[in-house]
């Protein structure tokens, strides 16, 4: 999401680096590509200003100009204050007492309102928290329905509205069923519209005072970029919420929603939605985030992520095959299903130092395309074959080949190419493991 960004401004740096000593006309200079590089990335304007004045006036004092290491100094000044605008130290614990508590998502249609619900529903329950699910949008029954498919794949229980039933009394009914089936949250759907009107606004309003709710989290879709600064601000007012759910900052959002509407509205951001899968809702840290602009990557995320994917016992079962250099064609596969639950390549390798530089350069080879599917081509490529072919790879003589290509539906240049890439890693397996035994002498 943050490319262009990120990009921009690795090049203001690049320059400020450059130089042995700064002066006050190359701190401005800088700072005013860095608010041209903000407003670019639909950074709201005054948002922009603010931030550029606030970074300029510490520049310019005599602990930067005098500084062994200006450039860096500078680096260091505009992350401090990106982590400022992105919300530090603000409370992201959502007070979910007495019990049962009502929560209330809310927001524009397509702002992915409903798959949120799902995930933060996922959230909870793997908190431990007994969670119900409520269909709050009565004019979309499609909406109602989606809910209920994505209810039932994460586990949770489900409440559709009757009908002719009207929202209050189905919050009432929600909250009863709560309270006598012991469950922990109630969370709200609410309906939506393509703009914020007074009906919205009112049945939402009454439904917030029929439950006593006083959690309202507003989903905001990041790709309506400052729009989305109007639309926080307008709920905000109208309905005092608590937090914000930013969506869609896997697409080509350019970044500025989440750069504005916490310093606009004072809510802090919650989760942001990195996917359209159930498990891809991310807690938000103003640290990482800012790290991640500045092309610093998110090593802790990384970690994060990989320990709550990989399976430890597959990892030890891995490490004896690559000591006895035994990797097969079934050990790849396993690897690429781990690599996809941890999430699109593209998001891996934004968590990256230098991430941005990377996938530009291999858009610039011509690899950066749609890795998901790749690797979904791989898997059906791999499952196409025996178990015997699996394990002895060698086996995969021309008609075999075809015949994999056959029943994956792929050509057999493709399953060659995946051939090749486990011969890549099984050669990059036999030297690790050699490197090992050398170590182990020593």
């Not at 969370?187 to 959690?215: S, Y």
């Not at 970029?225 to 926080?232: L, M």
């Not at 007012?237 to 970044?255: E, H």
Request: with cysteine.
């Amino acid at each position: 999401m943050f490319d262009s960004l990120t990009s921009s401004l690795e090049s203001v740096f690049k320059k400020l680096r450059g130089f042995g000593r700064l002066t006050e006309a190359n701190i401005r200079d800088s700072m005013r590509e860095v608010r041209m590089a903000l407003l670019e990335a639909d950074v709201n304007y005054e948002v922009a200003r603010d931030f550029v004045t606030r970074v300029s006036e510490q520049c310019i004092g005599e602990e930067v100009l005098h500084s062994i290491s200006p450039g860096q100094q500078v680096v260091k000044r505009v992350h401090d204050e990106l982590v400022k605008l992105l919300g530090a130290g603000q409370n992201r614990r959502l007070e979910l007492n007495p019990l049962p508590a009502p929560v209330m998502l809310v927001g524009l249609h397509g702002s992915g309102k409903t798959t949120t619900s799902a995930k933060l529903a996922a959230v909870w329950k793997k908190d431990g928290k007994n969670v119900l699910l409520v269909g709050a949008d009565i004019r979309r029954p499609a909406a109602v329905d989606q809910l209920g498919v994505l209810a039932k794949q994460i586990g949770v229980d489900m409440l559709a509205p009757e009908r002719g039933e009207t929202v209050p009394a189905l919050g009432r009914r929600a909250m009863d069923l709560a309270e006598l089936k012991g469950r922990d949250v109630v969370l709200f759907d609410t309906g939506g519209r393509f703009q914020i009107d007074g009906e919205l606004v009112q049945e939402l309003k009454d439904l917030r005072q029929t439950v006593n709710c006083r959690n309202t989290i507003l989903v905001v879709d990041a790709a309506i970029g400052q729009e989305s600064v109007h639309v926080a601000d307008a709920f905000h007012k109208a309905l005092d919420l608590r937090g914000l759910i930013l969506t869609k900052l896997d697409g080509d959002a350019r970044g500025g929603a989440a750069l504005s509407i916490q310093s606009v509205t004072g809510c802090p951001i919650l989760f942001t939605g990195v996917g359209e899968r159930v498990g891809e809702l991310e807690p938000f840290y103003p640290e990482r985030m800012a790290s991640r602009i500045l092309g610093m990557g998110d090593i802790v995320g990384l970690v994060e992520r990989a320990q709550e994917t990989v399976n430890l016992t597959q990892v030890a079962d891995m490490e004896k095959k690559l000591r006895k250099n035994r990797l097969d064609l079934e050990d790849f596969l396993s690897q690429l299903m781990q690599l996809r639950k941890m999430g699109s390549m593209d998001s891996l390798i934004e968590m990256l130092p230098m991430g941005g530089q990377v996938k530009a350069k291999l858009r610039e080879a011509g690899k950066g395309g749609d890795f998901a599917r790749s690797t979904k081509r791989a898997e059906a490529i791999i499952q196409s074959m025996t178990l015997k072919e699996r394990r002895r790879p060698e086996l995969l003589n021309a008609s075999r080949k075809r015949r994999i290509a056959a029943g994956s539906g792929t050509q057999v240049q493709d399953v060659n190419e995946v051939l090749k890439q486990f011969e890549q890693t099984r050669e990059m397996a036999k030297r690790m493991g050699s490197m090992q035994k050398r170590l182990r002498g020593r």
